[in-house]
């Protein structure tokens, strides 16, 4: 199994609101095939699955989805934090209006960076950041740093 | 905010156990910073950080992380139904040393590919996936289908 994944699949309790969110305020655009909507991210994929549809897939119950914290978190890694300042904004001032909200504000980060968290209508967990020792390249691409391999 | 994201960050309740089931088990290199393990997939990113460590860093209650669906999963595309048939026999015969599970066989899918599912040491659902349709390139980067752009 190569050290790698290809896709991130986010349950949704209500497509129409999540597609309005990462369409309508984000921009994004969608490919939609068998229920699911994707969204290409340069050889990697978000997904967005209904709840009950994706749960059945992976041959677990649905249970409760909570409200809060639920075991993973998305980062998004922008080029500056004046990008990282712009995303949280759109979402404090436009949020609402699609489900989404800002969990966290923007901050200097024990680690040297500048990062700040919100969560989409489905409520994951969204950090925006901006890492000053990993460049991201034109296509998007996070660069670790080669300096360590253990 | 451009159409991807960098990293995707799952939680752990035993760092050392998740540790040894994808390092051990599975072979992937780590890149240690700040307490997080880093997988580089290639410009992007798995995480492994502990449970109450991302809650916190995300502004959310903890609260339990139970053992079913928790909202998302993640797909490896792999080359060929042989590979699959490959990481899910791996799982099966090795996976119970290190906490993981297959929960549900290789199959052919509704959709045209061959897919199964398994648990990391965490619960975390990983779909094992070959897609006819959607090739991976050397780098191991999905290409969707041109065909299709609403």
Do not use: C
Request: overall charge negative; hydrophobic content about 40%; glycine content about 14%.
């Amino acid at each position: 199994m190569d050290q790698r994944y290809s896709i991130l699949t986010l349950g949704t309790a209500d497509m129409a609101r999540a597609r309005g969110f990462y369409e309508g305020l984000l921009g994004w655009k969608p490919f939609m095939t068998e229920g699911i909507t994707f969204y290409d991210a340069g050889g990697f994929i978000l997904g967005l699955f209904g709840h009950k549809e994706l749960a059945e897939d992976a041959n677990l119950p649905v249970g409760p989805v909570g409200e809060g914290y639920r075991g993973f978190a998305v980062a998004y890694n922008a080029r500056n934090e004046e990008e990282v300042d712009a995303v949280l904004a759109l979402i404090e001032t436009q949020g609402k209006a699609h489900g989404a909200k800002v969990l966290k504000p923007a901050h200097k980060a024990f680690w040297g960076g500048y990062s700040g968290y919100f969560a989409d209508p489905d409520g994951n967990a969204w950090e925006v950041a901006y890492n000053p020792f990993w460049p991201i390249d034109d296509a998007g691409h996070l660069q670790l740093p080669k300096t360590q391999t253990t």
